[in-house]
């Protein structure tokens, strides 16, 4: 009797772990196998090379989130420059932003889960929400913040960051 139990669980124990073993070994290279080619052999975006060079020059937290930037801009269509220079002239990079916002987006009010979160939020509204909708960079920081000054600092840091899009 309990050589039978001993038997069953023996069994049951290895229909539990077979899936486990099975799935493991489906996502995993065997040990001879080659690994793939390492990522620095692809190439390295141009853009991003810019933008860590010019977050670290003026070490900003954003540097950890340049990725992050050219990802929002290629996604929403967007001079890949002018997210991460808005960035600049309201927090500093980063330095001064509160509750996830980089951007001192509605007043510095608004909370952002995550950094990231508030690029992405910040991106599509640019691009899509009226009055932003259909503008080029001009028109945009000029509904962004009105001040004659203030585009000019914005588009200054945009040129620092790479003098063309």
């Known amino acids: 009797m309990i050589k039978r ?10 229909i539990v772990s077979l899936p486990g073993a099975v799935s493991r070994h489906q996502t995993e290279l065997p040990r001879h196998a080659s690994a793939p080619a390492k990522a620095s052999a692809l190439p390295v975006d141009p853009r991003l090379i810019c933008l860590q060079k010019f977050f670290a020059q003026a070490n900003c937290p954003a540097l950890q989130l340049a990725d992050i930037f050219l990802e929002a801009a290629d996604d929403y269509h967007l001079d890949w420059r002018l997210l991460p220079s808005l960035s600049f002239v309201e927090t500093g990079g980063g330095k001064e932003a509160r509750n996830n916002n980089l951007f001192g987006w509605d007043c510095g009010r608004a909370h952002f889960d995550s950094l990231a979160a508030g690029i992405h ?9 009226p009055p932003y909708r259909h503008k080029n960079v001009a028109q945009i920081l000029a ?10 600092k914005v588009t200054w840091v945009m040129r620092q960051i790479a003098p063309t899009e």
């Open 5 to 14: 139990i001993f038997s069953g669980l023996i069994v049951f124990a290895g």
């Open 121 to 129: 939020h910040v991106a599509f509204h640019l691009a899509h929400r």
């Open 143 to 152: 509904i962004y913040n009105p001040h004659p000054e203030y585009a000019q």
